[in-house]
Every structure is written in C-alpha cells, then in structure tokens.
C-alpha cells in the first residue's frame, strides 16, 4: 500500500503548484493524510482543496498540534521542533511510504534521508550531548571483532529479508539464546547506547549487515 501525504505550510492561498502536488499525490497514492506544516498559521487551505474536489483519507494533522512528537524525538534539546525536523518525525510516525513532491523540495531530499535515518537512535537521548553521543554511535561506529558466530550467521539470514521488523529479529535471536551484547558491539563497537532496535532501524539493512559480517 502507498502511503502518501500532501503536507503544504499555508502562508498564502493554494498557489498552482500545491495544487498539482495534491493532486497527484491523491491519484498515485493508496491513503492520502492531509498534513498541514502550520510553522506560519493555517489559512484556507482546506476549503481550495475542496473546492478541487480533493479529498484524503487521514488528517488534517497540524504541526502546531504535535509538539510532543518532536520532544520525544529529540528529547528535552530545546525549543520547539525545526521544519526539517517535525516533517521527518510525521513521515515516520504516520508510515508514509512514498514522498511526493514538487522540485523545490529536492535540496531538502539528502538533510531528510539523514535525519529519517538518525530520528530513531535519538528518541532515547536527554539532552543535546547526549543526541550527539548517540549520533556519533550510529554513523561513526568502532571496530569490532566478537566471537558470536552463530548469533551473527542467524542475524543475518533474519535480517536478509527485506520485510522483517528489527524488533521481531532481537526477539527471535533473544529467544534462540542470541547473544545480543556481541551483536550490538558489532553495530556500534560500543557495550552501551541507544536501544538495539533503534540502532538497527537507523542503519541502512545492508549496512548494518555489513557491519555484523565485518565483526566475524
């Protein structure tokens, strides 16, 4: 299923280009959520949309109502959630597959993959040194090398399929005897740190198969 959303910051009436975002985002997407990036105070967004006969299936969400999600991400670091930073947050949290966009967003593009890669490791952080200490954890590992070989060779043919949950594969291991303190210091080359399964879901899969086959 598609998950798609059409998240437009209202500073003025809806221009051409919102207009056709919403629209193909309504046609090529499965589910469509309505969230408005409200950094600037909602206008009559919704009203144009309905009067272009656009309908969605989720929403309308408001940035200004999800403050608390933007905390917990980023715990207790300070002021409230930046544009980058809260619209990464809702992709995860509403399970948006597919961005759809118009070419003024592709600068963001790369600042966006970092930060949904890193939002996870991040949420246990409590203050600011504390996220970059986590940060530092998940991009700029240490070497490792553990004599685990059988929670590394089982790790790896769970986690080789594309479709498993990173908690569904800590459980399985923790289950089997998987010694999951080997298998963190070979993700991070550290004995502590953010939650395993945060880690896992702030690597890339084939990185972080890459890190755990490099540890053997």
């Known amino acids: 299923m598609k998950r798609v959303r059409f998240a437009p910051s209202p500073t003025g009436p809806l221009h051409v280009g919102n207009a056709l975002t919403a629209v193909i985002n309504r046609r090529l997407g499965d589910r469509l959520l309505l969230r408005i990036d409200d950094t600037d105070g909602e206008n009559a967004l919704i009203t144009d949309l309905e009067w272009l006969g656009i309908s969605w299936d989720e929403g309308p969400a408001r940035q200004s109502e999800r403050h608390y999600a933007y905390r917990a991400a980023v715990e207790r670091l300070g002021g409230s959630a930046t544009y980058h930073l809260a619209s990464v947050v809702d992709d995860i949290d509403f399970g948006i597959t597919h961005v759809i966009c118009g070419n003024d967003q592709r600068p963001n593009e790369a600042l966006h993959r970092r930060l949904h890669e890193a939002v996870p490791a991040l949420r246990g952080a409590r203050n600011f040194e504390g996220a970059r200490a986590y940060a530092r954890i998940v991009s700029e590992p240490e070497p490792a090398r553990v004599a685990a070989p059988e929670t590394f ?41 953010p939650e395993l399964a945060a880690v896992l879901a702030s690597i890339p899969r084939e990185e972080a198969l890459r890190r755990v086959g490099a540890a053997l």
């Open 153 to 193: 060779v089982r790790f790896g043919e769970l986690y080789a399929n594309e479709t498993s949950d990173p908690k569904e594969v800590l459980r399985e291991l923790k289950a089997v005897g998987g010694d999951l303190r080997a298998l963190r210091l070979a993700l991070t080359g550290r004995e502590r740190g």
